[in-house]
């Protein structure tokens, strides 16, 4: 069975970078796949954040875009998000998951990793 | 790309069926195919309950259906049990390549 686990630092400065890696067990990053980034602000609702095909093709929120990278890395079956200048507005949890190509749906998710934006 | 608009809470009794709507724009729901549905229970990840408008994933309930009409989605659940009440969100998938959540629809079996 598929599996994705979020890890990263759970706590941020402002203005600094957040990184998280979801790395991807019980199947191969390289295949027909989207592996994408969504966040959740405490109480608030599912943000889509961008989305990267194993080729390293990426699609990203346009409300991000000018602070957000995605990367993959197929030898480690992982992916990354990079998101630089961040405020306490990014406080949230990130979730990871995966779409197959040609269909809408993320089938698969991680668990969820905490970040929080303080000084 | 805006956040697609659901009502911010639904309810229903046990055994009764409900519908949790999702509305967007022609540069959304209207103009693809690729609207999902995703049911979340309180501190867990978001689960996929409907891809494509109207095809439910390998295990989920028969209970669940979807559909879509020009620029609105619909999410409906029939014969409610006490284990639906969640938070239930609609995506799509956007002109730009982008993908777009909704709101969020709290639903509250009574």
């Known amino acids: 069975q598929l599996q994705l686990q979020e890890s990263g630092p759970g706590l941020v400065k402002p203005s600094e970078t957040l990184s998280l890696t979801c790395t991807v067990s019980g199947g191969s990053i390289s295949k027909s796949y989207y592996w994408g980034w969504i966040r959740q602000p405490p109480g608030k609702a599912l943000e889509w954040i961008g989305e990267?095909?194993?080729?390293?093709?990426?699609y990203y929120s346009s409300s991000l875009k000018s602070r957000v990278t995605i990367s993959v890395d197929t030898s480690k079956n992982q992916f990354s998000l990079r998101l630089s200048s961040v405020t306490a507005a990014d406080t949230a949890v990130y979730y990871c998951?995966?779409?197959?190509?040609?269909?809408?749906?993320?089938?698969?998710w991680g668990r969820g990793a905490l970040v929080t934006v303080s000084s | 790309q805006s956040a697609l608009t659901q009502p911010a809470s639904v309810s229903g009794s046990p055994g009764q069926s409900i519908t949790i709507s999702c509305t967007g724009t022609?540069?959304?729901?209207?103009?693809?195919?690729?609207v999902s549905w995703y049911q979340q229970h309180p501190g867990k990840a978001p689960k996929l309950m409907i891809y494509d408008v109207s095809y439910r994933p390998s295990g989920v309930s028969g209970r669940f259906s979807g559909s879509k009409s020009g620029n609105t989605a619909s999410l409906t659940i029939s014969g409610l049990q006490a284990e639906d009440e969640a938070d239930y969100y609609c995506?799509?998938?956007?002109?730009?390549?982008?993908?777009?959540f909704g709101g969020g629809t709290k639903l509250t079996v009574l």
């Open positions: 995506n799509s998938y956007t002109t730009t390549g982008a993908w777009v």
């Open positions: 998951a995966r779409r197959r190509e040609y269909y809408s749906g993320l089938e698969f």
């Open positions: 990267t095909y194993y080729t390293g093709n990426t």
């Open positions: 022609s540069s959304d729901i209207e103009a693809y195919k690729f």
